[in-house]
């Protein structure tokens, strides 16, 4: 993966993160992929504050071009729309932990 800009926004606590990836011979590559690549190019950055946009893969082409924006803090991503945020639930730990860990409570009783 190629990093072809880095920007730091300061008023949005973020690190935007222009990438281009050629992947000759392999399928394209999923978001967790991705994300993966762009934690190793910002170190000592969070996962769960990692948000891909406008990844586009070339028909044709082994070459996949995006966004990728590095957020401070949990804080910070709220200026996320909802779709975002659930499209990126699954591959955050923590968000996807505290999800499936409500359950509603049993009733008990019945007739007898």
Request: charged share 35%.
């Amino acid at each position: 993966m190629e990093k072809v800009n880095r920007k730091e926004n300061k008023l949005l606590n973020r690190v935007e993160i222009a990438f281009k990836w050629k992947h000759d011979g392999k399928p394209t590559p999923s978001r967790k992929e991705v994300m993966d690549l762009v934690k190793t190019l910002e170190p000592g950055s969070n996962p769960d504050f990692i948000v891909i946009k406008d990844c586009n893969t070339r028909f044709g082409q082994p070459l996949t071009t995006g966004m990728a924006y590095v957020y401070g803090d949990k804080d910070s991503m709220k200026v996320e729309p909802d779709y975002i945020h659930k499209r990126h639930e699954s591959l955050h730990s923590s968000t996807a932990n505290e999800e499936t860990s409500v359950e509603a409570p049993a009733e008990e009783g019945g007739e007898q």
